[in-house]
């Protein structure tokens, strides 16, 4: 037994050691990466809630004093900054979207996967393709398209050209070359059309990407400023990173309305991870796995 415990011992201490250094350079690598991010979402829920004259103030002051809510206040009681209208409308655009996105993206997706139908590889490969494209050089066709169709300023304008998402139907079509087609021919014998087998038997199979395509498809249209502001120019139809811009331009240049808007557009997606914490990483892990 002693000879045993001298053999193991030096190992197991070469073992810990080892792992002791490969946490503490972890630590290292991640720990600043970790204050690079957090660092200014502190600084600017702290200059939310501090007064206008101190917000230039140096060094920073990490807790108000005094801490105020003038910046929410001016924000909620100014007619010409309707951010509650604001907020309605990035949550729509960012809630149905998503839903869209999800549900066309997985039913294209099973498509690719499971349906033969001619020219299936060419399409599949021009949608690849168009991934390659910058988006600037869409930018004015898509927007005339809108305008000829008499969809700007409405919650079409975001919903349809979003709903596109090549990126999402590759995603779906991978998960679902994962599923063994043996469980769709049992349900074919059981009598079970090909929607009912896409809508009971698939769907269930693939949540994992689907949690990852939600996610990435709410987060996306929810901080989405570019295509906003080229498609929404009436005020009540703005969407809230839109409707920041219009707080720090004109008579609102102000850094304490700035923050206090930033502050009300972040808490929705920080509620939002804490809540789905667990199925946003289950979801993000299963999205690197694909059927082939």
Same mark, same amino acid.
């Given at each position: 037994?002693?000879?045993?415990?001298?053999?193991?011992?030096?190992?197991?201490?070469?073992?810990?050691?080892?792992?002791?250094?490969?946490?503490?350079?972890?630590?290292?690598?991640?720990?600043?990466?970790?204050?690079?991010?957090?660092?200014?979402?502190?600084?600017?829920?702290?200059?939310?809630?501090?007064?206008?004259?101190? #917000? *230039?103030?140096?060094?920073?002051?990490?807790?108000?004093?005094?801490?105020?809510?003038?910046?929410? /206040?001016? =924000?909620? $009681?100014?007619? #010409? *900054?309707?951010?509650?209208?604001?907020?309605?409308?990035?949550?729509?655009?960012?809630?149905?979207? /998503?839903? =869209?996105? $999800?549900?066309?993206?997985?039913l294209s997706g099973y498509a690719f996967a499971r349906l033969e139908f001619p020219g299936k590889n060419l399409l599949f490969s021009l949608l690849l393709f168009s991934l390659m494209i910058p988006a600037a050089v869409t930018l004015i066709p898509a927007f005339l398209l809108l305008r000829d169709l008499k969809l700007l300023n409405?919650?079409?304008?975001?919903?349809?050209?979003?709903?596109?998402?090549?990126?999402?139907i590759f995603l779906m079509r991978q998960h679902f070359y994962s599923i063994p087609v043996e469980l769709e021919d049992a349900a074919r014998v059981d009598g079970a059309n090909r929607f009912r087998i896409y809508w009971q038997i698939c769907l269930p199979l693939v949540r994992g990407a689907m949690v990852a395509l939600f996610i990435f498809a709410f987060l996306g249209l929810w901080n989405d400023l570019f295509w906003p502001l080229i498609v929404l120019s009436e005020r009540a139809a703005l969407t809230l990173p839109v409707g920041l811009l219009v707080i720090q331009q004109g008579s609102y240049i102000q850094r304490g309305l700035a923050f206090a808007g930033a502050f009300i557009a972040s808490v929705p997606v920080l509620v939002f991870y804490a809540f789905f914490q667990r199925k946003i990483i289950a979801g993000i892990t299963t999205a690197g796995l694909a059927g082939r």
């Open positions: 037994m002693t000879t045993l415990t001298r053999v193991s011992s030096p190992s197991a201490r070469r073992r810990i050691s080892k792992e002791f250094w490969r946490s503490l350079g972890m630590w290292l690598i991640f720990l600043p990466l970790a204050l690079v991010v957090v660092i200014p979402v502190l600084y600017m829920f702290s200059m939310a809630f501090t007064l206008e004259a101190n #917000q *230039l103030k140096f060094p920073i002051e990490w807790i108000p004093n005094p801490v105020t809510f003038s910046n929410f /206040t001016k =924000i909620f $009681v100014d007619p #010409q *900054l309707p951010i509650v209208r604001w907020f309605t409308n990035s949550l729509i655009i960012a809630t149905v979207g /998503t839903g =869209i996105i $999800v549900f066309l993206s997985s409405t919650y079409h304008a975001i919903w349809w050209p979003a709903a596109a998402s090549v990126t999402g």
